[in-house]
């Protein structure tokens, strides 16, 4: 793609009407119009369905939380430069959650697990938040409230490696289904920066031994970052170049020893003992925010089929035109399909102009003949005429795309 013609996703998202910031809002704390919000409701629809596949249940936590949690994760001790100040409140002290992952043990702890229900997988999207600076922060890219499609795998010792794979499955299948290239980097802690992290060497060493295995047992290649760690344990980062070149961190898996033992859960093995289980933090997407920013960009607007907000956008002709293009949209709603309709008094031809210059991928032309025929006259956004079609056969082209991601 000519460098020219490559606009950011602030651009695009102003010109789509997707998403935009107001200074009476703030700085980092986009809000999302419809059909940006559509978008995120596809991913989280889609993340879902693949979570579920995979054996994960779904929780609900707040956004805020007693300071204590806090102290008690070490995201106090070694995070709180990037975190929202105390809120004190008639006697109590609350904090806006920096991450997800206090609140998710909470859950696990809240009653005995047998080794027979091991392991326990918690997802949720959330919003978390950081507080960044001003400087930093860049459309959806970086932002104060982000969310994550944040789950967490509790799992014996002798399950861990399987919970990786599976938890690295999901994420090469949504850069597969998004048509995205990427690399594997094992971020490491830096042993020179010790103050940074939780735990000792021995325990770092063994979490970062084990991630090593896992990734060479499964013969993929992956490129070592030292100091790019979380502070309580190693991670995997999947990380993407778009089609324009850029890259991206987005999906990401750690391995964590460290918040079990701060939070000292447990579950009962075979012998009735209590044994302490491996924590595995997952996110696919990374944050939704960061996530739309780079497939907006990825796609220069142009969604593909499955993905885009308004999949046709209908126009008839005329005003008496009208009546059958409600028809035509009714069915189509009924059946899955985003639709609009553009019933302005302007000419076909600036209908068409300003339909392919949202990236509509289809324009449904509605005539005379169509609503004789009871039918839509096809094209593509890029110029490509597909001629009349009956509606229910239009439908079948959609749904197709649909299921196979294009």
């Not at 579920?52 to 609900?60: A, D, M, S």
């Not at 005995?112 to 959330?126: F, G, I, K, N, V």
């Not at 070149?245 to 918040?259: G, P, Y």
């Not at 933090?281 to 796609?299: D, K, P, Q, W």
Request: with cysteine; net charge neutral; aromatic share 10%.
């Amino acid at each position: 793609m000519d460098k020219k013609q490559i606009k950011s996703h602030q651009q695009i998202g102003q010109e789509q009407d997707l998403f935009f910031l107001t200074d009476i809002v703030g700085s980092g704390l986009p809000l999302f119009a419809p059909k940006g919000a559509t978008l995120r409701r596809i991913l989280q629809k889609y993340i879902d369905e693949q979570l579920e596949k995979q054996g994960y249940e779904f929780v609900w936590i707040p956004h805020i939380a007693k300071k204590s949690l806090y102290e008690k994760s070490g995201h106090l001790e070694k995070f709180s430069d990037d975190m929202f100040p105390v809120m004190k409140t008639k006697g109590r002290e609350y904090m806006l959650k920096p991450a997800n992952c206090p609140h998710h043990i909470q859950i696990f702890a809240r009653k005995p697990h047998s080794y027979r229900e091991m392991p326990q997988r918690y997802a949720e999207s959330t919003t978390q938040y950081r507080s960044e600076q001003s400087g930093e922060l860049e459309g959806l890219a970086r932002v104060l409230a982000l969310t994550l499609d944040d789950s967490h795998v509790f799992a014996r010792p002798d399950q861990i490696k399987e919970e990786f794979r599976r938890a690295l499955a999901i994420n090469r299948q949504m850069l597969t289904d998004f048509k995205l290239d990427y690399w594997i980097r094992l971020s490491e802690w830096d042993p020179k920066n010790k103050s940074k992290y939780l735990g000792d060497k021995k325990v770092w060493e063994s979490m970062q031994s084990l991630m090593e295995e896992i990734l060479k047992e499964s013969k993929i290649e992956y490129k070592k970052a030292e100091g790019e760690a979380a502070f309580y344990g190693p991670k995997m980062d999947l990380m993407t170049t778009d089609s324009n070149r850029k890259e991206w961190q987005v999906s990401t898996i750690q391995v964590d020893f460290n918040l079990p033992e701060r939070f000292n859960i447990s579950y009962i093995d075979e012998t009735g003992n209590k044994k302490r289980p491996v924590m595995l933090h997952r996110a696919t997407y990374g944050s939704y925010e960061r996530f739309l920013a780079m497939v907006i960009e990825h796609f220069q607007g142009a969604f593909p089929t499955w993905l885009a907000p308004v999949q046709i956008m209908l126009l008839p002709i005329a005003d008496r035109h009208h009546e059958h293009a409600e028809k035509v949209k009714k069915e189509m709603l009924e059946n899955g399909i985003r639709i609009e309709t553009d019933t302005r008094s302007e000419r076909l031809q600036a209908k068409i102009r300003d339909a392919t210059l949202q990236k509509v991928p289809y324009l449904g032309i509605i005539g005379d003949k169509e609503v004789e025929e009871a039918s839509l006259s096809v094209r593509r956004r890029d110029g490509e005429d597909l001629g009349t079609m009956s509606i229910s056969s239009f439908i079948q082209k959609i749904k197709q795309e649909i299921d196979k991601k294009i």
